[in-house]
């Protein structure tokens, strides 16, 4: 849902099946900055997105008065232990891939 921001241009609220709200997501907001802009809802080509997660700054790429391409600046992505996907036993969940012979080490994380 796109809404009124007293911080921000606009807030941004997304909701899963079961009904809680995520923090954000970038997908979506990449979608909701073509759309105020295509919709002329804005006329700025940098807007600011209140989420749960903070306010967000969108970069909207524009050709021929419409958005082609959006820019959303994510911060970094969130380590401390407490956003961290973790086990039961309160490691943090990592998991070792080998790709060609090359060995990565993925961990999960909150943005």
């Known amino acids: 849902m796109i809404g009124k921001s007293a911080k921000a241009d606009f807030s941004m609220h ?3 099946a079961d009904g809680s709200e995520v ?12 759309y105020v802009y295509d919709n002329k ?5 940098a807007i600011t997105q209140e989420t749960l997660s903070g306010i967000k700054v969108l970069k909207l790429h524009t050709e021929n008065e419409l958005v082609e391409e959006v820019t ?3 911060d970094l992505p969130l380590l401390a232990n407490s956003r ?28």
């Open 23 to 34: 923090m954000m997501c970038g997908n979506a907001s990449r979608c909701i900055g073509k």
């Open 84 to 111: 961290q996907i973790n086990t039961p036993d309160g490691k943090m969940l990592a998991k070792t891939i080998t790709v060609d012979g090359k060995e990565y080490k993925r961990t999960f994380v909150c943005m």
């Open 41 to 45: 809802l804005t006329q700025k080509k």
């Open 14 to 16: 997304i909701f899963n």
């Open 72 to 74: 959303v600046d994510m």
